[in-house]
């Protein structure tokens, strides 16, 4: 026959005309449209190499950090004798740098060099006035002036020297991060601040950088010269290799777009064969070739996709383009240069059409030795699926028996188990034909119950290709949730910080009395809320020569079991009593530690601090800023080692003792600090009014430590992807049962000449799209559990699902399935079949 003639039968059978013809369309171009929108979006907010490289060093080579601003000019005095001729620029910088706005402490991002440089060319963007150039000058970014209500000519003065002059000259932007409240000062004001005005603290820990630009060989000695001192040079091919490897190629988000869409084309061209089978079958019957129908639905398949895939591809791509113009509202920094993805996309299109073509091919097979008038009658037999059932069932054991003996290699225990639920869910997909077999026996109790399930019993290609597609978008949904809430719970259960979950802590560096920040604190949480102060043992000498107690450098002790650490010293606190040991270590103090600090012992807490009953005390001989570093140490025995604490606690300290046995040693005990450990969780207004309260006692913000734990926001890709999932969802699950109603509409027609009412029709549809809906869900939702599981198990994280979010989506399933069924019922039914319906 001729090869147009039977492409224009493909055309007609496959894919069909009018509403049959849309829906297959939608179906294919969907997937590639959501994974080229989503990589569009990706690559648009995921920031270049080079804008990355310039928000760390502007238009610099290399960039190195040093706490000590003396050592930051003896290394740039080194690299400019080591490499002549060598761009070296100071950059000083601190991240909670305090600012006195009207009537309250507010926390900025200070950075002060020389802006005429084009060293620091691209890092800030001037939006009005000038950069500073003199002392007493700053620039705000236009976040910091918007919330203050500040102009160009308006003083912002640093919190501790409120008469020092401190005069907005210009508003900048940072580029990456358009919302930062950020301070630029002139060159050289960090360091100038104690010089100016008159002080009432000025300890701010600060980050003193270099900038360097140059050549090659100017570079590579640059990088000698800072790894002799301990420091790395952070360069912009290593800004650059820090990138992920989606942000590296965003293109790689088209890769689910094709794998669903080879489960959804399967599944489409599965829902059809019904009516595609009687057409072949009359085909076969008057002497058309077995070659020829086979050729027929391949070419259909691929005159589908060879349209819906660049369609989709070029949607989303079209998508994401008028979409540039938004992001930066939504994500608060500038985007990155236009990338079309036009390699990805081409790979997309290609490997799309050849994965429709064998979904085609696969579901279009005619059952075997049977003459073509007994085709039309036969019914799709699951001989095949109960015969693949066991074979999948011993894939999926295989692969979770793989995951359980590479348990230590994480990305093969991964895989193998992804792989073995992949599996089951397959196994569990063959046996929905019995499923529904069984389903229809029960379903006695309303005409249009009986007739809608055992409809399914005697023709279940239909709806079992409507459950594949339905279940898989939901097993992305369920398993981005999933993913989402575990990770989420295991990053607060493994979290090591300096505090436990939800504590407040208020630094006494600005000399504060702990007592009356404990009071403040008190009018901030609930009653009965323990509040305790941090305190440990000080030299009597440096306390007289510290400009604040809590500065005063404290007593430790030595790490006592070799090795690398010999030298590592870690702080001692003082306890004396059980709500200060509890606060500290998250757990009451059992009897013997309750008797060793009354008995006046030293409690160690880790022990390699510990050798017998002995530890040796190390007491410090000058201040931080002292050039005398070195310490006197002391040996004391009748040390006791205290039960297990958690690793919290021993960031602050690895021993305990009372201010009495501090005393009886020679030391003085200050309180650095006040702690408080609600029970009740954080408000969400507690940082107002921590800043109402503590203002009046001279604490500002800065120096407060609120205990939030990991960042609970997950990064924006997984809520980009979980809307698109939910998007797939709501569209795939509604042309799904539209093109299912579609499909059904030759035995609506057959029902309704034998005098069933519309409204019974109506009824048969929606139970049969409930019923879709139903077990699409209930697979996808196990499937997504599943799917979750594999992914934590491996890495040692529990599975935590938010099943309030999972019911939701199963309600929102569930309503989607009959409101779809109700809409696709055919709104007028003749008595009579056209020659297509039969």
């Known amino acids: 026959m001729n090869r147009g003639y039977t492409h224009l039968i493909g055309r007609r059978t496959v894919v069909g005309r009018r509403g049959r013809r849309a829906g297959l369309l939608l179906l294919l171009a969907l997937p590639v449209l959501l994974a080229t929108l989503a990589a569009g979006l990706f690559s648009s907010t995921a920031p270049s190499a080079e804008q990355r490289a310039v928000s760390v060093m502007g238009r610099a080579e290399g960039y190195v950090t040093q706490a000590d601003p003396v050592m930051?000019?003896?290394?740039?005095?080194?690299?400019?004798?080591?490499?002549?001729?060598?761009?070296?620029?100071?950059?000083?910088?601190?991240?909670?740098?305090?600012?006195?706005?009207?009537?309250?402490?507010?926390?900025?991002?200070?950075?002060?060099?020389?802006?005429?440089?084009?060293?620091?060319?691209?890092?800030?963007?001037?939006?009005?006035?000038?950069?500073?150039?003199?002392l007493g000058e700053i620039a705000v970014s236009?976040?910091?002036?918007?919330?203050?209500?500040?102009?160009?000519?308006?003083?912002?003065?640093?919190?501790?020297?409120?008469?020092?002059?401190?005069?907005?000259?210009?508003?900048?932007?940072?580029?990456?991060?358009?919302?930062?409240?950020?301070?630029?000062?002139?060159?050289?004001?960090?360091?100038?601040?104690?010089?100016?005005?008159?002080?009432?603290t000025n300890v701010l820990p600060s980050a003193y950088g270099l900038l360097l630009a140059g050549d090659a060989e100017q570079v590579a000695v640059a990088q000698e010269v800072v790894a002799t001192g301990g420091v790395q040079l952070q360069t912009r091919s290593g800004i650059a290799g820090s990138r992920t490897m989606i942000e590296r190629?965003?293109?790689?988000?088209?890769?689910?777009?094709?794998?669903?869409?080879?489960?959804?084309?399967?599944?489409?061209?599965?829902?059809?064969?019904?009516?595609?089978?009687?057409?072949?079958a009359l085909l076969a019957g008057i002497g058309l070739p077995d070659r020829d129908l086979r050729y027929a639905a391949v070419s259909g398949a691929v005159w589908a996709s060879a349209i819906a895939v660049p369609a989709g591809w070029l949607l989303g791509s079209l998508l994401s383009l008028a979409a540039r113009p938004l992001l930066p509202r939504i994500t608060d920094k500038d985007i990155a240069p236009y990338d079309p993805l036009l390699i990805g996309g081409a790979l997309t299109i290609l490997l799309s059409v050849a994965?429709?073509?064998?979904?085609?091919?696969?579901?279009?097979?005619?059952?075997?030795?049977?003459?073509?008038?007994?085709?039309?009658?036969?019914?799709?037999?699951?001989?095949?699926?109960?015969?693949?059932?066991?074979?999948?069932?011993?894939?999926?054991?295989?692969?979770i028996a793989v995951a359980a003996a590479f348990q230590d290699d994480e990305t093969i225990s991964s895989i193998a188990a992804v792989t073995g639920i992949v599996a089951l869910a397959a196994?569990?997909?063959?046996?929905?034909?019995?499923?529904?077999?069984?389903?229809?026996?029960l379903a006695d109790g309303t005409l249009s119950g009986r007739i809608a399930l055992r409809a399914f019993a005697r023709d279940p290609r239909r709806p079992v290709s409507a459950i594949v597609i339905g279940s898989v978008c939901l097993a992305l949904t369920v398993g981005i949730l999933g993913t989402l809430s575990s990770v989420t719970a295991q990053n607060r259960a493994s979290y090591t910080g300096n505090r436990?979950?939800?504590?407040?802590?208020?630094?006494?560096?600005?000399?504060?009395?702990?007592?009356?920040?404990?009071?403040?604190?008190?009018?901030?949480?609930?009653?009965?809320?323990?509040?305790?102060?941090?305190?440990?043992?000080?030299?009597?000498?440096?306390?007289?020569?510290?400009?604040?107690?809590?500065?005063?450098?404290?007593?430790?002790?030595?790490?006592?079991?070799?090795?690398?650490?010999?030298?590592?010293?870690?702080?001692?606190?003082?306890?004396?009593?059980?709500?200060?040991?509890?606060?500290?270590?998250?757990?009451?103090?059992?009897?013997?530690?309750?008797?060793?600090?009354?008995?006046?012992?030293?409690?160690v807490l880790a022990p390699e601090y510990i050798k017998g009953d002995r530890v040796t005390l190390s007491r410090p001989n000058g201040l931080p800023t002292s050039t005398d570093q070195s310490d006197t140490r002391q040996n004391i025995s009748g040390a006791v080692l205290s039960d297990p604490v958690d690793a919290t606690t021993l960031t602050r300290a690895s021993a305990y003792l009372t201010t009495k046995t501090a005393h009886a040693l020679g030391a003085k005990t200050v309180d650095y600090s006040v702690i408080a450990s609600p029970t009740t969780g954080l408000a969400p207004d507690l940082t107002e009014r921590l800043v109402k309260v503590l203002e009046p006692v001279?604490?500002?913000?800065?120096?407060?430590?609120?205990?939030?734990?990991?960042?609970?926001?997950?990064?924006?890709?997984?809520?980009?992807?979980?809307?698109?999932?939910?998007?797939?969802?709501?569209?795939?699950?509604?042309?799904?049962?539209?093109?299912?109603a579609t499909e059904l509409r030759p035995d609506l027609i057959r029902l309704h000449r034998i005098g069933l009412s519309p409204g019974t029709l109506r009824r048969i549809v929606i139970w049969q799209s409930t019923t879709i809906a139903a077990l699409a869900a209930i697979l996808g939702i196990a499937t997504g559990w599943g799917l979750t599981a594999a992914r934590n198990w491996p890495g040692s994280i529990p599975v935590v699902m938010d099943w309030t979010a999972i019911t939701a989506v199963l309600a929102l399933t569930l309503t989607l399935g009959t409101a779809y069924g109700a809409l696709a019922t055919p709104r007028t039914i003749g008595n009579t079949l056209n020659r297509t319906e039969t």
């Open 72 to 134: 930051a000019d003896k290394l740039a005095a080194e690299l400019r004798q080591r490499a002549p001729g060598i761009k070296v620029l100071a950059i000083d910088d601190n991240s909670e740098f305090p600012v006195w706005a009207k009537d309250r402490t507010v926390t900025v991002r200070y950075v002060d060099t020389d802006w005429s440089s084009p060293l620091v060319e691209g890092r800030y963007r001037l939006l009005e006035g000038r950069f500073p150039s003199k």
């Open 142 to 200: 236009r976040a910091l002036a918007g919330t203050q209500g500040l102009r160009v000519g308006d003083s912002l003065p640093y919190r501790w020297k409120r008469d020092a002059p401190a005069q907005i000259v210009g508003l900048v932007e940072s580029p990456q991060a358009h919302a930062s409240h950020d301070y630029l000062g002139a060159p050289g004001q960090l360091r100038a601040w104690p010089r100016t005005g008159s002080d009432t």
């Open 249 to 280: 190629e965003p293109a790689l988000l088209l890769a689910p777009g094709v794998l669903v869409l080879a489960i959804i084309g399967a599944g489409a061209f599965a829902l059809r064969m019904r009516r595609t089978r009687a057409e072949f």
């Open 355 to 399: 994965v429709a073509a064998l979904a085609a091919v696969l579901t279009s097979r005619h059952p075997a030795g049977l003459p073509a008038r007994e085709r039309v009658r036969t019914a799709a037999r699951n001989g095949r699926a109960r015969l693949w059932a066991p074979v999948l069932c011993g894939v999926g054991a295989l692969g």
């Open 427 to 441: 196994a569990a997909l063959t046996r929905i034909a019995d499923l529904l077999s069984g389903l229809a026996r």
């Open 500 to 603: 436990h979950l939800d504590q407040v802590e208020a630094l006494l560096y600005s000399g504060s009395d702990a007592r009356a920040v404990g009071q403040a604190l008190a009018e901030v949480f609930p009653a009965g809320t323990p509040i305790v102060k941090g305190t440990y043992p000080v030299d009597e000498r440096l306390l007289r020569a510290s400009p604040s107690p809590a500065l005063t450098p404290p007593w430790s002790v030595v790490w006592q079991a070799g090795g690398d650490f010999a030298d590592r010293k870690q702080t001692i606190e003082v306890v004396d009593d059980g709500t200060t040991f509890k606060a500290l270590t998250g757990r009451s103090w059992t009897p013997q530690e309750r008797k060793a600090l009354e008995g006046g012992r030293i409690l």
């Open 698 to 740: 001279d604490i500002v913000m800065a120096d407060v430590r609120i205990e939030t734990g990991p960042e609970l926001t997950p990064p924006s890709l997984w809520y980009l992807l979980l809307g698109l999932a939910l998007a797939a969802v709501v569209t795939v699950l509604g042309i799904t049962i539209t093109s299912s």
